[in-house]
């Protein structure tokens, strides 16, 4: 059996808005249903196989409702991941004027694993989350020492994420830190996708001493899945659809598949927020892009710095 490859990121199911290529707003939020439609997310996934679970706190209340989904299954091959560093402020409406604020101090790794622990008991991972030059939390002794006598003293995967177009600097910038004698990160939760393959450039030196790469944003938010607002990739949407066709899967599995078999990660995230979306996501399980077509994929990727600010233009939906 082939191994199975697609986690679920919960971003989508733990807030009602959250960066897309929505044009359309969302409903009136109601908690109850919000709950029920979150559940269902996380059960068609487990039915399909997946046993990686992706929160934060940043994420609204997905950490909350991860932890009392968790109950409902008493499995302990399911791994969940979580973060620190965000503090979600919107209060579930849309036109917030802050969604979301980063806080990369010690005393917030303190409060977030504090809740986090208490929530999840066997938690596998914690990750800083999106780790910039600028919040100075890679050069932070405080925050560093803390995290590494986490790794000691929970036995637990410590990780980061990365965004934006100095990714790679920055994933450079963590392999280096070391604690105890050896590196302090092994989890690294990169975007990757058609268009932005910088990761490529610094893949196997990440791969080395078996650390976890687990890629987020695989469909750039959705900007692949063929849209009339961006023209620019008209030719790139044409060969998706045509695969889509040819292997009798989604455009949205095409993607995921390519990032599955061009840098053979731990986990490929899944953003889906409905049932359907986890059913069409997880078909990137099941099928295999002959060479020739992988290589006509990385033929679409574009510079970073376009990448991020064409990314930097959506909203919150
Ligand atoms: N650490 C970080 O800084 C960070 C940042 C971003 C994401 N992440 C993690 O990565 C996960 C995935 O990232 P993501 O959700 O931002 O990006 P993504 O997977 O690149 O894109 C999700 C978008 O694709 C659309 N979509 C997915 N499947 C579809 C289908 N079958 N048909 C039509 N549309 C489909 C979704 O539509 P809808 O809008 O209709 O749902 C959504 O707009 C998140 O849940 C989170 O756990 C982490």
Redesign the pocket.
């Known amino acids: 059996m082939k191994s199975l490859k697609i986690g679920l990121?919960?971003?989508?199911i733990g807030r009602p808005h959250?960066?897309?290529?929505?044009d359309t707003t969302s409903e009136a939020f109601d908690l109850k249903s919000f709950k029920k439609k979150a559940f269902q997310v996380l059960n068609a996934a487990y039915k399909k196989g997946v046993r990686y679970y992706?929160?934060?706190p940043g994420?609204g209340i997905a950490e909350q409702i991860v932890s009392e989904w968790l109950k409902t299954k008493e499995d302990d091959t399911i791994e969940v991941a979580t973060?620190w560093g965000y503090v979600y402020t919107a209060n579930f409406e849309l036109d917030a004027n802050i969604h979301e604020l980063k806080d990369h101090s010690v005393d917030q790794l303190i409060k977030q694993w504090e809740d986090s622990k208490i929530l999840f008991p066997n938690l596998t991972t914690l990750q800083i989350?999106?780790a910039t030059f600028e919040s100075g939390v890679l050069e932070d002794e405080a925050v560093l020492q803390k995290m590494a006598q986490l790794k000691l003293k929970q036995n637990i995967h410590i990780g980061l994420?990365v965004?934006g177009d100095n990714q790679v600097a920055i994933l450079k910038r963590a392999l280096e830190i070391e604690y105890n004698n050896k590196p302090l990160f092994e989890v690294f939760?990169v975007?990757y996708?058609i268009l932005d393959q910088s990761l490529l450039e610094i893949i196997d030196t990440i791969k080395k001493n078996q650390n976890r790469v687990i890629i987020?944003?695989?469909?750039?938010?959705?900007r692949l899945?063929p849209n009339a607002n961006y023209p620019h990739y008209y030719k790139m949407y044409t060969t998706l659809e045509a695969l889509a066709k040819k292997y009798e899967v989604?455009v949205?599995a095409i993607a995921l598949r390519f990032c599955i078999q061009s840098v053979d990660p731990f986990i490929v995230?899944?953003?889906?927020?409905?049932v359907?979306?986890v059913k069409?996501?997880n078909k990137a399980n099941n099928f295999e892009l002959s060479q020739e077509d992988l290589e006509t994929l990385y033929t679409f990727k574009v510079k970073p710095s376009k990448y991020w600010s064409e990314r930097k233009q959506l909203q919150w939906n």
């Open positions: 990121g919960t971003a989508a959250y960066i897309n290529i929505r992706d929160t934060a994420y973060k989350h999106s994420s965004s939760q975007t996708n987020k944003e695989a469909l750039a938010n959705g899945l989604g949205d995230l899944s953003g889906a927020s409905s359907q979306h069409d996501n």
